[in-house]
């Protein structure tokens, strides 16, 4: 009997730390890596109110690459926002080293993050270093979005936006399938 009572002590604890936490926000990271494979994972702080992205480069990348790939995603993200005349707070990209892979983190401020900003950040760094990625696209082939998924990312991104959740949320691919889990 009291172990009963400690189990249902334990369960409301973990519940009441993790209220916040919505099937929403949950749905939100993971349907970013499911309309955008080339991601490998997706985190979002609720401290800075930021999204950042991990991509997975297959084996290593030269330091002279990397640091040509930071400053053309820095200069095609200031481009882009002085075309689409958006005020951005964060813009921040890193690599990190693991074994003999290299991730790159690009992290941006949920407000200003678009779409299209999506994909121009997706396909410039697929389009300069290899990705490991899931090889099916959901949405179409070549980043081409329909008519319907492109309706179906910007609704997700208006939920980025709306994100209420007061722990950080990890999206990660593990094999086929994505897993969110809170920090």
């Given amino acids: 009997m009291a172990e009963n009572r400690d189990n249902m002590d334990n369960m409301t604890a973990h519940t009441n730390k993790h209220k916040h936490i919505s099937h929403k926000d949950v749905e939100v ?5 499911v309309a955008f494979p080339q991601i490998s994972r997706v985190t979002y702080d609720p401290e800075t109110r930021g999204l950042s992205m991990t991509f997975l480069c297959e084996g290593p990348v030269s330091k002279a690459k990397r640091k040509q790939l930071t400053s053309l995603y820095l200069d095609s993200i200031d481009v882009y926002r002085t075309l689409t005349n958006k005020d951005v707070s964060m813009v921040r990209c890193h690599w990190e080293t693991i074994d003999r892979f290299h991730c790159l983190h690009v992290e941006r ?22 990705l490991i990625s899931e090889t099916d696209e ?9 008519w319907s998924a492109r ?12 994100l209420r959740c007061q722990s950080k949320l990890v999206a990660l691919r593990e094999g086929e399938k994505v897993i969110v889990f809170h920090k």
């Fill in 29 to 33: 990271l993971a349907a970013l890596l």
């Fill in 151 to 162: 309706m179906l990312l910007q609704e997700m991104l208006e939920r980025i936006r709306e």
């Fill in 138 to 146: 959901p949405f179409g082939s070549e980043g081409e979005f329909s």
């Fill in 109 to 130: 401020d949920v407000a200003s993050l678009s779409t299209g900003e999506l994909n121009l950040t997706v396909s410039l760094i697929a389009g300069q270093v290899p």
